[in-house]
């Protein structure tokens, strides 16, 4: 499963499944693929959301993401 594991300033970590809308769509594609890459750089540069269906979301700003890193496990 592909996923990114995003570090904050305070050294806390949060995992997000790679997904390109389309489940298959990154069956069989590198780590290093366009697609995901730039996938990494929209969270590191806009931010991201530690749980989209909580009632009062939480968004994480990108001045407090240190790095972005994709992972295959």
Not at 45 to 61: E, H, L, Q, W, Y
């Amino acid at each position: 499963m592909k996923k990114f594991i995003i570090t904050l300033v305070d050294n806390k970590e949060y995992e997000l499944p790679v997904s390109t809308g389309n489940a298959n769509m990154s069956i069989g594609k590198p780590l290093n693929h366009p697609e995901n890459i730039g996938a990494a750089i929209t969270i590191a540069r806009s931010g991201f959301c530690i749980d989209t269906k909580a009632a009062n979301p939480v968004i994480i700003a990108p001045s407090q993401i240190v790095s972005v890193k994709l992972v295959n496990e």
